[in-house]
């Protein structure tokens, strides 16, 4: 029996989450009957063009998912649910978002992939506001208003059409994950960052596709065998989809992907694709070794911004120096190059159980301005603050200290913290310092 039908039966009473992907046109009225205990409703992958004005009869609702519908703008129906705070509309032909349309509680909003010209100034009246999804739309400005969103920490607004970065989004005390490629004001273009950093073109016929190791937004990442010149040898391909991601285009992350250049802490890009079937893009990447595993898992509902770490996920005080040492390094040398990487995450790190790790994913990449450094640096700063996450997550999984090693890092680590989550982003120490304190800390 379908799920569908489970609920029309009767069947699904006392459930606090409903996922309903059955090519729906309207919206099921016995979907009320779980008011008492339903808090997530998933109804993404239908054809719905409405939701009914009395949605708020689901009192206990926090999660609404709505994404691949048919609708043409965000509906009143959210707004009026006290307890939800995330909304998700991806992928359907929005193009207005009234203001009666964004709950009170909001905490994470996405409207990524739509036709959305504008957004509404109460979209500033929502402190609870965390995360904000805005990539593909045809968007040239923020509401000013937003300036009050304090405790917004990530924001994706790549591929739309700004003419300038908002003055006041880098200065957001707790903004840490941005991404904005894509769009007219980002005057790196993808070309020259190709251009500064050449890599061999691979014929799509002299790749042997392989087991997939992974799929995320932007592509999906086979093992592969790589019959080249001087011999076949094992490989990661990545081949990008066409369409826009929740960070943006793809081919704004092959662009930084290929111009991040060689570091011990990222995945070396050993070629180009060429000569797809499909026309497609794509890299292909050095093998990382299998011990590799991801740090973190990504956010989830609850936590919204920060990761969430597994039981297993523990390591010695001197581990997590080194690896916080890693990322710092690699972090400096994309600064120094012109890039923001936008999504540094635990999630987006492996690590091999010893403190080696790489940085990967550079989905929300974005081109730092070559010509005004002062927002390049302002920009540089949001990173800091994302690191300092990163670091405090560090510290939290990290075991009691057991040696001399471990209890000179706990210190180290806990000012750094404190440095890089600085209010205030000017306050936050550069990637150049933090790198090089680091280094000095465990004699690299």
């Known amino acids: 029996m379908s799920v569908l039908g489970q609920l029309r039966a009767g069947q699904l009473a006392g459930i606090r989450r409903l996922d ?20 997530v409703l998933n109804l993404s992958g239908n054809r719905l063009k409405a939701l009914p004005h009395d949605l708020h009869r689901l009192h206990r609702l926090r999660v609404l998912f709505c994404s691949d519908n048919d609708f043409t703008e965000v509906p009143e129906a959210p707004g009026r649910c006290e307890q939800l705070e995330m909304i998700a509309f991806k992928a359907n032909r929005i193009e207005r978002v009234a203001a009666a349309s964004l709950p009170p509680r909001l905490r994470w909003l ?22 904000l999804m805005l990539a593909g739309n045809r968007l040239r400005a923020l509401p000013p208003e937003m300036a009050a969103c304090r405790a917004l920490e990530l924001v994706r607004i790549s591929a739309n059409r700004f003419d300038a970065l908002p003055e006041w989004l880098p200065a957001l005390p707790r903004l840490s994950w941005l991404a904005f490629a894509g769009n007219p004001f980002d005057d790196t273009p993808e070309s020259l960052a190709l251009q500064s950093q050449p890599v061999p073109r691979i014929d799509w016929q002299a790749l042997s596709l392989q087991q997939p190791l992974g799929e995320g937004a932007s592509g999906v990442i086979h093992r592969a065998d790589w019959r080249a010149p001087q011999g076949t040898r094992p490989v990661a391909v990545k081949v990008f989809k066409g369409a826009v991601t929740s960070d943006g285009w793809p081919h704004s992350e092959m662009a930084a992907c290929i111009a991040a250049g060689e570091h ?4 070396p890009v050993l070629g180009r694709i060429e000569n797809h079937p499909q026309g497609s893009d794509g890299l292909v990447l050095e093998l990382v070794d299998p011990v590799h595993r991801n740090l973190a898992g990504p956010p989830s509902l609850e936590s919204c911004t920060r990761d969430v770490y597994g039981e297993s996920a523990r390591w010695p005080l001197a581990t997590a120096l080194r690896m916080a040492h890693g990322i710092a390094s690699a972090t400096a040398q994309l600064h120094a ?36 450094a002062a927002r390049s640096r302002a920009l540089q700063a949001l990173e800091a603050r994302a690191f300092g996450c990163l670091v405090e997550e560090l510290l939290q999984q990290a075991e009691a200290p057991a040696s001399a090693d471990d209890r000179a890092a706990e210190p180290l680590l806990a000012s750094l913290r404190q440095r890089c989550l600085a209010s205030a982003p000017a306050e936050r120490p550069a990637f150049a310092e933090i790198a090089a304190l680091l280094a000095a800390a465990i004699g690299a």
């Open 264 to 267: 011990p802490h990222l995945i």
């Open 110 to 131: 996405i409207l990524t992939d739509n036709a959305i010209e504008s957004l509404p100034a109460e979209l500033g009246r929502r402190p609870r506001l965390q995360k």
């Open 337 to 372: 190059r012109g890039i923001l990487h936008g999504d540094l995450y635990g999630h987006n790190i492996l690590w091999n159980g010893a403190g080696g790790c790489v940085l990967g994913d550079f989905g929300a990449a974005s081109f730092l301005p070559r010509d005004d």
């Open 20 to 39: 309903l992907n059955e090519g729906l046109a309207e919206f099921p009225p016995e979907i009320f009957e779980l008011a008492d205990s339903l808090e």
